[in-house]
């Protein structure tokens, strides 16, 4: 008997998955793309369905759990991080999914989320940053850019925004990655990764809200601009990106800087597949800051300074 449950989960597919509820978000709206990475994933965990809880807060994100073929848990607004942590630490044998939104996460469940890292209890943690608050119809959130017009910011917000990963490392996160919702096959292989992860592992999805704040990270996906604004980091790889992958980033000192072949000084090198990248270019060492592992992050453009 043993033996048939064992051949019985390895042959879940992501149809086993996905529940029989009627996907009531927006089309075109990332969160599908998501939900596509995450039934994706499933299968490879290994674990029957009954062993996987999903828990959400409040929000368009926040429908996840009905779409998911497993157990789950429609929390507060907030207080999905609380949720999460209760249910894992009363059966730590269960695999802990926790979905939530910028507003939800980083607004009235700021607090939560902040101890949820410190702690480092083995949850995985999907961050949606749509960098709006969509299911309320469109108020700004922790997470909207400086100078947005919003339903409560009619002349544009005032406030900066929160980056996710710098809060989530700054409270001691073991685990950070950010992804982007239109390359669903990446995002299964960091839902991997952070299922693998012994600790909190939070992902940080950019996703795009066609209603309320369409385009918002266009000058991180666009078509022209994504190759050069996207830096795909795997353990042991040089840190190189470009259309021509003739970009790099390295350490100066204290603040990490763009460099290009051909320019101060950099000389060309070739990575495993023979192709070529700035000699002086860093590599991805998840394993070097015990605190701060990150898998596949993605870069915005008022992080890094281009060498002049």
């Known amino acids: 008997m043993e033996n048939q449950n064992i051949e019985q989960e390895v042959m879940l597919t992501k149809e086993d998955f996905a529940s029989d509820q009627v996907v009531k978000w927006c089309p075109g709206c990332g969160d599908h793309a998501i939900l596509k990475a995450v039934q994706d994933i499933f299968p490879k965990l290994g674990k029957k369905k009954e062993d996987i809880v999903v828990v959400s ?26 949720a999460a942590t209760g249910v894992k630490l009363a059966n730590p044998n269960l695999s802990v999914w926790m979905i939530t939104g910028d507003g939800d996460c980083t607004a009235i469940g700021g607090n939560h989320f902040i101890h949820a890292c410190r702690r ?69 292989e960091i839902f991997w990764e952070s299922y693998k992860h012994d600790g909190i592992a939070v992902t940080e999805v950019l996703q795009n809200c066609m209603i ?4 918002v990270h266009e000058n991180i996906t666009g ?40 320019e101060n000084g950099s000389r060309p090198r070739q990575d495993h597949r023979g192709h070529g990248y700035p000699h002086d270019a860093g590599t991805h060492d998840a394993a070097s800051f015990p605190r701060r592992h990150r898998r596949h992050p993605r870069r915005e453009s008022p992080d890094l300074q281009r060498q002049p």
Do not use: W
């Open 223 to 262: 078509k022209d601009v994504r190759d050069d604004m996207q830096v795909k980091c795997v353990h042991g790889q040089p840190l190189i990106f470009g259309k021509n992958r003739d970009k790099g980033i390295r350490l100066n000192g204290n603040q990490l800087e763009v460099v290009k072949i051909g």
């Open 212 to 215: 309320f704040s369409n385009g």
């Open 57 to 82: 807060g409040i929000g368009c994100s926040s429908r996840f759990p009905y779409y998911m073929n497993t157990y789950g848990f429609h929390s507060i607004h907030g207080r999905a991080a609380a």
């Open 120 to 188: 480092n209890i083995d949850i995985n943690l999907i961050l949606f940053n749509n960098r709006i608050y969509g299911m309320t119809k469109g108020q700004f959130s922790p997470c909207t850019f400086r100078g947005t017009k919003t339903k409560t910011s009619p002349q544009g917000t005032y406030e900066d925004p929160f980056n996710p990963g710098e809060l989530a490392i700054g409270a001691k996160a073991t685990f950070f990655a950010r992804g982007v919702d239109i390359n669903p096959k990446e995002l299964s």
